[in-house]
């Protein structure tokens, strides 16, 4: 195996650890592109383990974006979100566990903006990937203890806020309940599928100087139900009338709106217990680029809820 082949060989790997890391499919595929030009102009010789010197640069890579005052301005808490994917993407692997496909959901991933960069980068190596504290002492440049500690700060962060997982039927079920209640024009239907402290956010299609969060479900369901309700401004805005689908993205519930096949938004939803618990609606441009790309490339399974909105 040459060089190239080599560090081919490790670049979905790489990519899913820079994704979780930064929370955006753009930024990681700049990191891993980054780490590729490193590893050419290495001397690799005296490289002894190739993965494990990946690692450390890609991930040392991605806590530089994070510490950067570019990041810190663009990621504050409660005005970022991060770039959905959809089931099936390479860049959500690895996905075996339930902390693996847990370390990748929207609900994850806003609460590791809590944490600082080093938290983050110790959780998911540790959940995602399995390395041990040694390893991650040696990666970080962070003692064992350290690492420790830094993983239980984490898991406190992570585990105030757990999700129910449920399987790809149970989703699809879950958004084809939301749909009909969300267009119905009936908020009590809505208000029944949420639970009573849901939360809910979305960037407006990137159109706010801000995110726009809401809170309880009944300010949840009129918000929801206003957006579900068709305007000839939002047909404009969405470049036609879109179809509605239930798919996965992000191993959770989600809807995705499309149009002439092309992904206009997404919403997707967090399950505790058997309710929605939060609805994070994404509908900015440059935010939807692989999301996009993917579907397209996607058969579908199931006909759209909605085909004419």
Do not use: C
């Not at 984490?154 to 999700?163: D, K, P, S």
Request: charged share 25%.
């Amino acid at each position: 195996m040459d060089d190239t082949d080599r560090f081919e060989a490790s670049r979905n790997r790489l990519a899913s650890l820079a994704y979780r890391l930064l929370g955006s499919a753009a930024d990681a595929e700049d990191v891993v592109q980054d780490a590729f030009l490193r590893w050419h102009a290495a001397d690799r010789d005296l490289i002894d383990v190739p993965e494990a010197w990946l690692t450390t640069v890609v991930t040392n890579l991605a806590l530089d974006r994070l510490r950067s005052a570019k990041a810190r301005k663009e990621r504050a808490v409660g005005n970022w979100l991060p770039e959905p994917l959809l089931e099936g993407d390479p860049m959500l692997g690895p996905q075996d566990t339930v902390e693996q496909r847990e370390s990748v959901s929207i609900a994850v991933l806003l609460l590791l903006e809590r944490l600082t960069p080093v938290e983050r980068a110790v959780y998911i190596l540790r959940e995602a990937f399995s390395h041990s504290h040694s390893e991650i002492a040696k990666i970080l440049d962070i003692t064992e203890s350290a690492s420790q500690q830094h993983a239980r700060r984490a898991r406190l962060h992570i585990a105030a806020e757990r999700r129910t997982e449920v399987s790809r039927s149970e989703a699809l079920k879950i958004v084809e309940a939301f749909v009909t209640a969300a267009s119905s024009g009936e908020t009590d239907r809505l208000i029944e599928l949420l639970t009573a402290d849901a939360t809910g956010v979305t960037d407006g299609a990137g159109l706010m100087a801000a995110l726009m969060h809401y809170t309880g479900a009944e300010q949840m369901a009129r918000i929801l139900r206003g957006g579900f309700k068709p305007t000839d401004a939002k047909r404009r805005l969405a470049g036609g009338s879109p179809s509605m689908h239930a798919s996965v993205v992000n191993h959770a519930p989600a809807l995705i709106a499309t149009v002439d096949g092309r992904v206009v938004g997404t919403i997707i939803l967090t399950i505790r217990d058997t309710q929605i618990a939060h609805a994070a609606s994404i509908a900015t441009p440059t935010h939807l680029t692989r999301l996009n790309t993917q579907w397209q490339s996607t058969p579908r399974e199931q006909p759209p809820l909605i085909t004419d909105w």
